[in-house]
């Protein structure tokens, strides 16, 4: 017996099968070419790319699952209810990046200008809560112009479950932000709860007031990029990780980044095969590395010779350089290498270097990346700025780093490594698995002109030529403390190598550390200091 038919809704196409497939066929295109032309030539115009086309650069060809599609907003009032697009202003679905899967949102700026609504924030808090619970990373392509005034505090509430969702997935799964239009107010504070920022150069912003608050509070007149643009975030605040020139090539190394990241925090990070010999030596760095402490190199030199063939990745490149953060591999397993920068204030520790390096290596810690330490650490900096900012809690956020950290970790001292920065910089006394040096190693509480005017400045003072007497006490100093083997005849470093098989002890370290576990005591969280 043949079932009736349904008559079609007033309006709409066929009511048989066909009809209603040609009908989802017609919609779906009309949502991919977004709200039209004009809208698009507009976002050209302003030198960006549409969602869809980030996208299409960052995820692997054909891999895009769009979730929630034909969502749209329910709001009324202020010509909403005229207004209602398809996507309500943001891409939400996953698909993969070389093969493995990410999640991600994206603001349509031509929808609402990216602005964000109930419905909006609602596709966002499933598409954060499905990464999660795939435990696979989330990438946010941030082009938004902030709350969708016309809804009030809706959109605001909207801002809250996601600012939850970024702290809930806080090292369960990797969250990348990339920047990709203004960012201000409170959305600017989900890029700073992710674990990596990436901006491009023109195109996009971020603060929480902007220059037309600062003019009318302040009196002080400044562009947008001068008060919140790539550069400053890259060099002068430290919201930014990465900055860059244009999209293609932003999107480019959100993909590299994430070829170094595992994909939630109870895997490792994808091992790659590498074709860089294990034992190959690196002879070079006999003559990289001054003797003379006191003559400036660059560190960057030195990581390149160690690591699968030169390449790294270094995180926070412009901000705090007189410390280096990066990615890397050794024979095809990824490291997190932590360096002084000797070229950049000769390679103390400052407020900045520690809070950049800390950060870092929580981030290692959280997705199980081993931790490769290089040391060539005079101290921290002295000043009074430095003691009124607060340089002992900013030191300390790194010293509770190292000790809470529980991945292999291997420290190297290539020259200097005198006082508290040297204990800091993940000594063994803080719980380093293994601590190597150099030949040219000098491991003390201070450097030796400055011990020998503290031990010995009665003699100093009551000689009859000081400067020869200073010069004697000195020397003598070094030959009694400070003689490369000092620290190691007393098991404070477990081996003095040869800089040259550098690269081979290392790698050997890590495999041999690979399979290391360590429980942490029973608590809610840490009190860190802040």
Request: charged fraction near 20%; charge should be neutral; proline fraction near 5%.
């Amino acid at each position: 017996m043949a079932m009736p038919t349904t008559p079609a809704p007033a309006g709409r196409g066929p009511c048989d099968l066909r009809g209603r497939v040609a009908e989802l066929h017609a919609i779906r295109a009309q949502v991919l070419a977004g709200p039209s032309e004009k809208a698009t030539a507009a976002q050209h115009a302003r030198g960006k790319l549409t969602a869809r086309e980030r996208i299409g650069l960052l995820l692997d060809a054909g891999s895009f699952q769009e979730v929630e599609q034909l969502r749209r907003h329910r709001a009324t009032g202020f010509g909403l209810e005229a207004k209602k697009p398809y996507t309500d202003g943001v891409i939400t679905g996953w698909g993969t990046v070389e093969g493995r899967t990410v999640f991600l949102y994206a603001h349509d700026f031509r929808i609402f200008g990216g602005a964000l609504g109930e419905a909006h924030a609602a596709k966002i808090h499933k598409i954060m809560d499905m990464a999660i619970a795939a435990g696979a990373p989330l990438v946010s392509l941030n082009d938004g112009a902030g709350a969708r005034i016309q809804e009030g505090v809706g959109a605001l509430a909207g801002y809250g479950g996601i600012f939850r969702r970024n702290t809930r997935a806080s090292g369960v799964i990797p969250q990348i932000s990339v920047m990709l239009g203004p960012c201000a107010g409170g959305a600017a504070y989900s890029p700073a709860l992710t674990d990596f920022v990436f901006m491009v150069r023109e195109t996009s912003q971020m603060f929480i007031t902007g220059p037309d608050v600062v003019r009318a509070v302040t009196g002080e007149e400044i562009s947008q990029n001068a008060l919140g643009g790539a550069d400053v975030h890259a060099q002068t605040s430290g919201v930014c990780h990465f900055a860059y020139d244009d999209e293609e090539t932003c999107l480019a190394e959100v993909r590299y980044l994430l070829s170094m990241l595992p994909q939630n925090n109870r895997e490792a990070a994808p091992r790659v095969r590498s074709a860089d010999p294990v034992d190959r030596r690196s002879d070079v760095l006999l003559n990289q590395v001054p003797a003379d402490g006191s003559r400036p190199y660059d560190m960057g030199g030195v990581i390149g010779e160690i690591v699968d063939d030169g390449e790294f990745l270094e995180i926070h490149e412009r901000w705090a350089r007189n410390i280096i953060c990066a990615l890397a591999r050794l024979d095809g397993r990824v490291v997190g290498l932590v360096a002084n920068q000797p070229q950049s204030l000769a390679g103390v520790l400052d407020i900045e270097a520690s809070e950049k390096a800390a950060r870092f290596v929580q981030m290692c810690d959280a997705f199980n990346i081993p931790l490769v330490t290089l040391l060539d650490v005079p101290g921290f900096l002295p000043g009074v700025d430095q003691e009124h900012g607060g340089i002992i809690r900013h030191g300390a956020k790194l010293l509770y780093a190292y000790c809470n950290a529980t991945v292999p970790r291997i420290s190297l001292i290539l020259r200097k490594a005198y006082g508290g920065a040297y204990i800091v910089m993940d000594s063994q006394s803080i719980g380093a698995d293994l601590t190597y040096a150099w030949p040219a190693n000098e491991i003390a509480v201070m450097g030796a002109e400055g011990a020998a005017n503290v031990i010995f400045r009665r003699q100093i003072a009551e000689a009859k030529d000081p400067e020869a007497m200073r010069a004697r006490m000195v020397k003598e100093y070094k030959s009694e403390l400070m003689h490369p083997y000092y620290a190691a005849e007393r098991g404070l470093v477990d081996d003095v190598i040869d800089p040259a098989r550098t690269r081979e002890v290392l790698i050997r370290s890590l495999a041999m550390l690979h399979s290391k576990h360590a429980d942490l005591p029973s608590r809610k969280h840490g009190n860190p200091p802040q």
